[in-house]
């Protein structure tokens, strides 16, 4: 899976390991109309062209974030010059930050906002699959959390007979057959499985119900597909019919942050001034005395409140490790810039120059996130990543409690990911938490939680 000419990484290292410390010009301060010294005609190093991208980035997100559309228009002029879509890691971040940006821009005016950005629509539902399979084959970060999210439900469900598992992503076929096999391999047999698998597209479904349910009758596990065809953000969870008698798992793979939007986002995204609406956001939802969030409540929390109704033995949930929902552009620009150059880098040394495979997962599925990050507010913007600290506070304030996930599981991934012929890959345990690593850079978390009923 490693690409053997990338030894080193080119990203974690200089220039992007400290670009986080490196202060924002004062948004009122244009970036100059003549080329800076580093776009003069001269050979520039990888390091040195990385740190000026940096450079560019942030005092473009600040123009942005203040309505200087000059100002970001001259940054995003000299960001073109060095920025490229096929070029280093940095390179390519840049371009796709960049992107992000000018769309951002764009809104500014609603006609060539619709008139530029139509026909460039997000991608195919085949496209996107085919971009998360990619990204699972080069960087098998949630393929290391779905091996520990199932350990863990084999665990919760020992010596049960009838056994329910609610899957909020619904359509990874292979992480479902491995559970099958776990299952099957039980001293004392296999239980009654019941998977309801929650997609909002009915062919993702199709195929992974006749994949399991041909390698279920092959294994002799007793076994039921039920396919719920919504979006997350409008199930009900009484769709999931949940029965008396049956232990439930419920597991949740990069789905939860997608509801994390408050009611009054909408409104709340065409004030013009952003920094003032972030200072206001943050007093209206700021943790109280208990620690707890108080209101307004996001639909993710009304949400944990319906799936604790639903007495579940285990919620698995693997959520990006970033912070990606503060309302200040400028804020999870810089988190968002540093957390995506990890991945850029992973991918750097995982595959060619030249690979198709990278291309792909760099634009239709990390390219797409960046976008729907930087330009895009209000119920749009659904990938509000948060941090496990912020998810545990959520969880527990819906009624669960944390379940340390097993040492035995820790030794499983670990092994895992050392199997996977690269240094760079890491498995962190931190308070019965996994947290999956690119060198030193935490970029998933797998967190296992009980309704307090069961303690």
């Not at 994949?211 to 007793?222: M, N, S």
């Not at 409008?234 to 019919?241: H, I, N, P, T």
Request: aromatic share 6%; glycine share 6%; hydrophobic share 45%.
């Amino acid at each position: 899976m490693v690409h053997d000419e990338a030894s080193s990484s080119s990203v974690t290292s200089s220039p992007l390991h400290s670009f986080s410390t490196m202060p924002l010009h004062h948004p009122a301060a244009a970036p100059p109309t003549t080329p800076p010294p580093w776009l003069l005609p001269r050979e520039l190093r990888s390091d040195e062209r990385g740190l000026c991208l940096i450079h560019l980035l942030l005092n473009c997100a600040a123009a942005a974030a203040a309505g200087r559309l000059d100002a970001a228009n001259a940054a995003l002029e000299h960001i073109a010059v060095l920025a490229a879509p096929d070029g280093d890691a940095m390179q390519r971040v840049a371009a796709a930050f960049a992107e992000a940006l000018a769309r951002r821009a764009l809104r500014a005016w609603p006609g060539l906002c619709r008139a530029l950005l139509l026909p460039r629509a997000a991608p195919a539902p085949a496209e996107l699959a085919a971009a998360r399979r990619h990204f699972q084959d080069l960087c098998p970060f949630l393929r290391l959390a779905g091996a520990a999210a199932n350990q863990c439900v084999l665990e919760a469900m020992e010596a049960e007979k009838v056994v329910h598992v609610v899957d909020l992503g619904g359509a990874d076929a292979a992480r479902w057959l491995e559970l099958l096999h776990l299952l099957a391999a039980r001293p004392e047999g296999p239980p009654h499985l019941r998977l309801t698998a929650v997609h909002e597209h009915r062919d993702a479904l199709a195929h992974t119900a006749a994949a399991l349910t041909k390698e279920a009758e092959r294994l002799d596990v007793p076994f039921q597909f039920c396919p719920v065809v919504a979006r997350l953000d409008a199930l009900d969870v009484e769709s999931l019919r949940v029965k008396t008698g049956e232990a439930l798992a419920v597991t949740s793979s990069l789905q939860l942050h997608c509801l994390l939007a408050h009611p009054d986002d909408e409104a709340a995204a065409a004030e013009p001034k952003e920094e003032e609406r972030g200072r206001r956001r943050r007093r209206r939802g700021s943790p109280d005395s208990s620690g707890l969030l108080s209101p307004p409540t996001s639909r993710a929390d009304a949400f944990l409140g319906a799936l604790w109704g639903l007495s579940p033995k285990v919620v698995v949930v693997t959520e990006q490790e970033a912070s990606h929902n503060a309302p200040a552009l400028t804020d999870r620009f810089v988190e968002a810039l540093n957390y995506y150059a990890a991945l850029f880098d992973c991918l750097e040394v995982a595959a060619a120059r030249g690979s198709v495979e990278r291309a792909r997962v760099e634009r239709w599925l990390l390219g797409e996130e960046i976008k729907n990050i930087v330009a895009c507010d209000g119920p749009d913007r659904r990938e509000r990543h948060e941090r496990l600290d912020r998810w545990a506070r959520r969880m527990e304030a819906a009624g669960f409690a944390a379940v340390p996930l097993s040492y035995y599981a820790l030794l499983q991934a670990r092994r895992a990911a050392q199997g996977l012929g690269c240094d760079g890959f890491k498995v962190r345990e931190e308070k019965g938490s996994f947290f999956l690593c690119w060198q030193d850079r935490a970029i998933f978390s797998v967190s296992a939680w009980r309704g307090r009923r069961f303690d």
